[in-house]
């Protein structure tokens, strides 16, 4: 896989992005640049309904790629 995916977050997500606490952050950033080589690889896991879950420290995202526009979007983010 060549392309690179870009990473949007829906508003919800997005907010909950923003409160993240430090470590939090640094550990969803290191993931969101593994979704972006390859949202289907490890760490990700299908639902099986269209949508893949991915943890990162302290918390989850829950997302739907786009293959046709190369895009994860991110739909929820769950900080524990």
């Known amino acids: 896989m060549n392309d ?8 919800r997500a997005a907010r909950c992005r923003a ?8 550990s969803l950033a290191a993931l969101e640049k593994q979704l972006a080589r390859n949202p289907f690889g490890a760490p990700a896991t299908s639902n099986r309904d269209n949508s893949w879950s ?3 420290t302290g918390g989850f995202v829950t997302y739907i ?8 979007n991110v739909v929820d983010l769950v900080a524990l």
């Open 4 to 11: 690179v995916y870009a990473i949007r977050y829906a508003d």
């Open 19 to 26: 409160a993240l606490v430090a470590p939090q952050r640094a």
């Open 54 to 56: 991915a943890a990162f």
């Open 65 to 72: 790629v786009s293959n046709r526009h190369v895009v994860v």
